[in-house]
């Protein structure tokens, strides 16, 4: 029988602590580092359920491809699986700091239009702050909200692609590429 000793109680706590800098700080950085892709993926979740199903869905195929992957691959090739849960787990980190920036867009301060970076940073924490609920923190909240993450940055994606090929099928010819008369 395991006794509750201050070894047990230190690693789980530190485990906690570690699980919640970890994500605070992917959300920050990818707030940081694209701002323009979190402020558009905290768009997406005005249409949170689907934003989810698709999520999951991505978030699944490809993980669970990954897992059979690493169990029949040789040991030179078991990075293929890992990339396979890899992509989408990151895809998930990136899509929720929009998540992140939109709770703390909700809880305004005074110098969110100088520093942006606060509200991920409020809204983060309060996002982590749902992890550290025993089973359902772990268990259902962290993979509902990785995969909501996923499903926000593939409609960013698919949005932004979108918009890029309007916006290259509405730009003029320049001279030299527009046809010029045909010699006979």
């Known amino acids: 029988m395991d006794y509750i000793t201050t070894a047990n109680v ?7 602590v570690g699980f919640f800098l970890v994500f605070l700080s992917h959300w920050l950085v990818a707030a940081s580092l ?17 934003v989810t199903l698709i999520g999951l869905l991505a ?42 920036r939109r709770i703390g867009h909700g809880l305004p301060a ?14 983060g924490t309060a996002l ?3 992890f550290l609920l025993p089973v359902f923190g772990q268990l259902l909240a962290i993979p509902l909200i990785l995969s909501s993450g996923l499903g926000a940055s593939l409609f ?17 010819l320049s001279p030299a590429l527009a046809p010029g008369p045909t010699a006979p």
């Open 10 to 16: 230190l690693l789980w706590l530190l485990l906690a």
């Open 34 to 50: 694209f701002p323009d892709y979190v402020r558009e993926c905290a768009g997406q979740y005005q249409r949170p359920v689907a």
């Open 59 to 100: 978030l699944v195929l490809p993980s669970a491809l990954g897992a059979a992957l690493l169990n029949a691959l040789p040991a030179a090739l078991k990075w293929i699986g890992l990339l396979f849960i890899f992509i989408p787990v990151m895809g998930g980190l990136l899509g929720t700091a929009g998540l992140a």
């Open 110 to 123: 005074p110098g969110d239009r100088a520093q942006p970076w606060k509200q991920v940073l409020r809204g």
């Open 128 to 130: 982590a702050l749902t």
């Open 156 to 172: 960013t994606w698919s949005a932004r692609r979108r918009a890029q090929r309007v916006q290259q099928a509405t730009l003029p």
